[in-house]
């Protein structure tokens, strides 16, 4: 069956890092868009970051220059490298793919994980 396992949240201090990488199995990822949502409860989930499988990426602006998306074909995963966090940045992360063209529409991808909690400290 086709998942998506995420990892690396956690709690961290504002100004902090964290990394948070995304496995996938069950299917042909390599030629797949992968994107990263967040969602805070109550809250309706929200585009972050999304790389294409040519690697082309797009970042939400509340994100960009802080955030780094990347992906490794070989080992099928993709990452996101987040730096200078705040709290703010607080919520469910979620790892999404979709065949080959990147989107930052929920309703576009395919599969989805099941979320790692990210915690960001003041």
């Known amino acids: 069956q086709v998942q998506l396992v995420e990892s690396g949240g956690g709690l961290v201090q504002a100004g902090g890092s964290l990394r948070l990488s995304c496995a996938a199995s069950?299917?042909?990822?390599?030629?797949?868009?992968m994107g990263w949502f967040r969602q805070v409860p109550g809250k309706e989930r929200e585009f972050v970051a999304h790389i294409t499988w040519t690697k082309r990426t797009t970042y939400a602006d509340s994100v960009k220059g802080r955030f780094t998306i990347s992906r490794d074909n070989a080992r099928v995963t993709v990452s996101l490298e987040m730096n200078s966090l705040k709290p703010e940045d607080t919520a469910v992360y979620y790892c999404a793919a979709r065949p080959l063209v990147g989107s930052t529409r929920i309703s576009d991808y395919n599969y989805w994980g099941q979320g790692t909690q990210v915690t960001v400290s003041s």
């Open positions: 069950g299917g042909t990822f390599s030629t797949y868009a």
